[in-house]
């Protein structure tokens, strides 16, 4: 017998899945997009504050591995009361992140800011959540490509805000380019109320699938299984490979002799096409095996990569690139937390996938730091190049023996249930 009230009913009624979905694309665009734009102030920031590279590569470094440490538990609060506050939070901190960076005058603040509130801002609304959502609102045949609905929401972000950041920067100076930032996004905990009321572990819009074993016991059984950590050790170096050209291939360009406009529309190129890869590796990811997508992904990486290296650097080399890149950019997403709800279920995704974003972030977090710092001590990026090509190659190794069925724990844990 229903408990609901014509009120209640009057409230949740726009709350449509469709809603939702849209809801929840807009978050993960507003969420990615201010923080893929980020190398674009690297340069000004810099050069105001009379600091190196390295200070602004350990800001971001920091920011990558908070976003990446508080993933688990960001998403176990969303497993357990719903994406909404967890979403509204995090839009929260992630805008006193942005507008406290404008006025960061020390490097202490400048890591507070830039590294420690934007970090966990992003824990709590970035696509992660979303797509734990939305995990729990469509039927498993449609799982997959609602994972690339979201990631690719997120790649139109990257999209808009890095010519709209280079713009702001251009026509206001960076203090107040990071204060409008700052201010849209506000708009993430409004969407956010879409939420309310679903995709908590107790308030599905489809069964959620996985034995209720509690949270330790289900940390314990993934970081038994072969196939879990193998797809958490090759999610590092997507972190690595994303977070070191987000931040550093912008200033690498323009070294090179391209403009600052040419270099900010590379990054918006790469999330213009990201919108097609994503969508494209969602909906594969429903019909044919998720690791030789990720095998296929890693490996067309580190080739492109190695070919970008070794052709000079024109306007149009940087546009293939970054086409190519934006492809494969964040296509990895849809097949790694599909493998996650496949292996465990979707009562604990939003924990054990923030578990491999937590890895991933600890590559980030190498890659945008290690980037810094050697660029400062040899004066060129070619070394960490190179090592995320080796990396590329690593990671499609690691993936080819990856088991695509539920893990034995998770069936035997169901058979008593």
């Known amino acids: 017998m229903s408990t609901s009230t014509p009120a209640a009913d009057r409230a949740s009624g726009w709350r449509t899945p469709a809603a939702i979905i849209v809801c929840g694309c807009l978050i993960a665009m507003l969420a990615f997009g201010p923080r893929s734009s980020m190398g674009l102030f690297i340069g000004p920031l810099t050069e105001t504050r009379g600091w190196g590279r390295d200070v602004f590569g350990l800001a971001m470094a920091i920011q990558n591995i908070l976003w990446g440490a508080g993933g688990p538990f960001a998403g176990a609060l969303a497993d357990r009361y719903g994406p909404a506050p967890v979403l509204a939070g995090g839009g929260i901190l992630y805008a006193a992140g942005l507008a406290l960076m404008s ?242 279920g979707t009562r604990y995704l939003g924990m054990l996938y923030g578990f491999a974003f937590f890895s991933h972030q600890v590559g980030a977090f190498i890659g945008v730091w290690l980037g810094g710092v050697l660029y400062e001590r040899t004066g060129s990026y070619d070394v960490v190049w190179w090592l995320s090509v080796a990396l590329a190659m690593f990671a499609a190794i690691v993936h080819w023996p990856i088991t695509e069925k539920p893990a034995p724990s998770l069936a035997n844990a169901e058979a008593r249930a």
């Open 103 to 344: 006025v960061a005058d020390t490097q202490l603040m400048l890591h507070l800011s830039a590294g420690v509130l934007i970090g966990l801002g992003l824990s709590g609304a970035s696509f992660g959540i979303v797509i734990a959502g939305f995990s729990r609102m469509v039927p498993a045949e449609k799982r997959s490509w609602s994972m690339g609905i979201a990631t690719a929401a997120g790649s139109m972000g990257q999209f808009l805000f890095a010519p709209m950041g280079q713009a702001f920067i251009a026509g206001y100076g960076w203090q107040t380019a990071l204060v409008l930032l700052g201010a849209s996004m506000l708009l993430v905990p409004l969407l956010a109320s879409s939420f309310s009321g679903s995709g908590g572990a107790n308030n599905s819009k489809v069964a959620v699938t996985g034995a209720d074993i509690g949270f330790m016991e289900a940390i314990r059984q993934a970081f038994r299984h072969r196939s879990y950590v193998l797809l958490v050790s090759g999610f590092f170096v997507c972190g690595f490979q994303l977070a070191f050209v987000t931040t550093h291939l912008p200033p690498y360009l323009t070294e090179a002799g391209i403009s600052p406009g040419l270099a900010a529309w590379a990054l918006a190129l790469i999330g213009l096409f990201n919108v097609v890869g994503s969508y494209t590796s969602g909906v594969l990811g429903g019909k044919m095996s998720r690791r030789y997508l990720l095998v296929a992904n890693y490996f067309c990486r580190g080739v492109a990569t190695a070919v970008f290296l070794l052709v000079p650097v024109t306007p149009a080399s940087v546009i293939v690139y970054a086409a190519v890149m934006g492809l494969l950019w964040l296509s990895t997403v849809p097949p790694t937390s599909g493998l996650v709800a496949l292996m465990f």
